[in-house]
């Protein structure tokens, strides 16, 4: 599979089970932050984004991660 972008990348993670589809909300949360501080030099924007990875974000990847090291064992 060819994957280019992360909304590509993100819909192959579910399709090897790596990102349960409860979790699609979130992933498309993670997505759309990734997309709106690309290029931002909004200051408000950043803290929120920065407080969305701290409270959930982070956790999501360190979640995703042990999924991965799971599936590969």
């Keep these: 599979m060819s994957i280019h972008s992360p909304k590509q990348a993100f819909t192959w993670a579910i399709e090897m089970g790596w990102i349960p589809r409860e979790e699609e909300p979130l992933w498309r949360q993670i997505i759309e932050d990734r997309n709106l501080t690309t290029h931002t030099y909004r200051e408000a924007l950043a803290a929120t984004v920065a407080a ?15 999924r991965m090291k799971t599936a590969n064992t």
């Design 52 to 66: 969305r990875i701290l409270e959930t974000h982070a956790n999501a990847f360190a979640n995703l991660l042990e």
